[in-house]
């Protein structure tokens, strides 16, 4: 059984940058593809970028292209969101998700979910 932990979220100022980490337990992180997902208050949960297994392939949503990385250390079975020039409708909990299908994945339909963690833009 896959489990995830997310880590990294916290408080910070527009503009900021964070990093968020998502490690397994479990199973190998390599045989999974992944997505970060996130969910703001009274919202629906939005797709925020996926990766296929070995960090070749990823699918940025078009609110984050340019402003987040997504990578993937299959040795350390961890996957990173980096996310740059942070903005105040970026305030969400963030969730990581796997699937052993890439093509789950990219329909949003991931299989094992982390339990999120909180990220807050705000000055």
């Known amino acids: 059984q896959l489990q995830l932990v997310e880590s990294g979220g916290g408080l910070v100022q527009p503009g900021g940058s964070l990093r968020l980490s998502c490690s397994s337990s479990g199973s190998t992180l390599s045989y999974y593809a992944i997505a970060w997902f996130r969910q703001a208050p009274g919202k629906e949960r939005e797709g925020v970028v996926c990766?296929?297994?070995?960090?070749?392939?990823?699918n940025y949503a078009e609110s984050v292209e340019g402003r987040f990385t997504v990578s993937r250390d299959n040795a350390k079975n961890t996957v990173y969101l980096q996310m740059n020039s942070l903005r105040p409708e970026d305030t969400a909990v963030y969730y990581c998700?796997?699937?052993?299908?890439?093509?789950?994945?990219?329909?949003?339909?991931?299989?094992?979910w982390g339990q999120g963690t909180q990220v807050t833009v705000s000055s």
């Open positions: 998700a796997a699937s052993d299908s890439y093509t789950a994945v990219r329909n949003m339909r991931p299989r094992y």
């Open positions: 990766i296929n297994y070995s960090g070749s392939d990823t």
